[in-house]
């Protein structure tokens, strides 16, 4: 079975990762989009801060107001500051997880509006676990169709820092 320390330590590495990623795109391509009708690099980014604290939040309060809450404080955000929020969603999310019992992971339900019934763990298994990876791996594209032709597999799946690359 998943537990919740589990899954926390999964959506964390996440994090590491995309801070690693961020490091890793070109100079001006804070306003670069894949498609003209996809987000932008920095919008990118400002979702991304928010995405997992988000849904963290989404299961205890059942809806999405602390999205719309929390999103006019990264209007300004640059990309300078954005490593630094990525670690305040990793706090908040640790916060989060440990708010939270056994107990209540597995079985307390979730009901947000429009999306069904859920428990807290197949609601973060099913939004959580799934969100933040798919937009970490659209950051990586920005990276590389934005001019970083160096990064590769590694940089998208394994690079949170903390282990060197193998030659």
Not at 30 to 38: F, I
Not at 107 to 135: D, I
């Amino acid at each position: 079975m998943l537990g919740k320390n589990d899954l926390r330590d999964s959506l964390v590495q996440e994090y590491k990762i995309i801070k690693q990623l961020v490091g890793k795109l070109p100079a001006g391509s804070e306003d670069y989009r894949l498609s003209p009708n996809q987000r932008s690099t920095m919008e990118l980014l400002r979702y991304v801060c928010l995405l997992g604290p988000g849904l963290l939040h989404a299961a205890n309060d059942n809806g999405f107001a602390w999205f719309g809450e929390n999103n006019p404080k990264l209007e300004g955000l640059t990309l300078a500051d954005v490593p630094g929020h990525l670690d305040g969603a990793v706090a908040e999310m640790e916060s989060l997880f440990e708010g939270l019992s056994d107990e209540d992971f597995a079985s307390r339900p979730v009901s947000v509006e429009g999306m069904g019934e859920w428990t807290v763990q197949s609601w973060l298994l099913n939004t959580a676990h799934k969100f933040v990876p798919a937009y970490k791996l659209m950051l990586f594209h920005h990276a590389k169709a934005a001019g970083n032709g160096e990064i590769g597999t590694w940089d998208a799946w394994m690079d949170n820092g903390e282990v060197p690359k193998p030659s």
